[in-house]
Nanobody, 122 residues
Framework: QVQLVESGGGLVQAGGSLRLSCAAS????????MGWLRQAPGKERELVAA????????YYADSVKGRFTISRDNAKNTLYLQMNSLKSEDTAVYYC???????????????WGLGTQVTVSS
C-alpha cells in the first residue's frame, strides 16, 4: 500500500501561484510513476502532470504546459506541483496519485490521496 497526503491548495486570484505538495509513505517503491490529477465539478478526472520516480520524461496536459511544473524529492518521498499563471479554469480538486504501470493512463493510478481544493477567482 502507498499512502498519499496532499497539501497546499487554497483560494488564489487569477494570475497567481500555488504549490501543491504530496507526501508519500508505505511501499512507494512499488509505484512506477506519480501524477497530479484534477477533477472539476461536472467533468471527468484529468491527468495534469506526471513523473517517474527514477527520472525520465515528464508529462503535462496541454492546458497546463508552460504554467505548471511537476517535481519530486526522492529523499523525502514528496511530489510537488508548482502552478503559476493560474486561470479560473484551473479550479478543481487536485489529487496526488501513484501508478504501478503506465504514467499516462488515468486507469493505472491505483493509489490516491484525498485531494486538495484549488479555487482560482477571476
Amino acid at each position: 500500500q502507498v499512502q498519499l497526503v496532499e497539501s497546499g491548495g487554497g483560494l488564489v486570484q487569477a494570475g497567481g501561484s500555488l504549490r501543491l505538495s504530496c507526501a508519500a509513505s508505505g511501499r512507494t517503491f512499488s509505484s512506477q510513476a506519480m501524477g497530479w490529477l484534477r477533477q472539476a465539478p461536472g467533468k471527468e478526472r484529468e491527468l495534469v502532470a506526471a513523473s517517474r520516480w527514477n527520472g525520465g520524461p515528464t508529462y503535462y496536459a496541454d492546458s497546463v504546459k508552460g504554467r505548471f511544473t511537476i517535481s519530486r524529492d526522492n529523499a523525502k518521498n514528496t511530489l510537488y506541483l508548482q502552478m503559476n499563471s493560474l486561470k479560473s479554469e484551473d479550479t478543481a480538486v487536485y489529487y496526488c496519485a501513484a501508478s504501478t504501470a503506465s504514467m499516462l493512463m488515468v486507469e493505472s493510478y491505483v493509489y490516491w490521496g484525498l485531494g486538495t481544493q484549488v479555487t482560482v477567482s477571476s
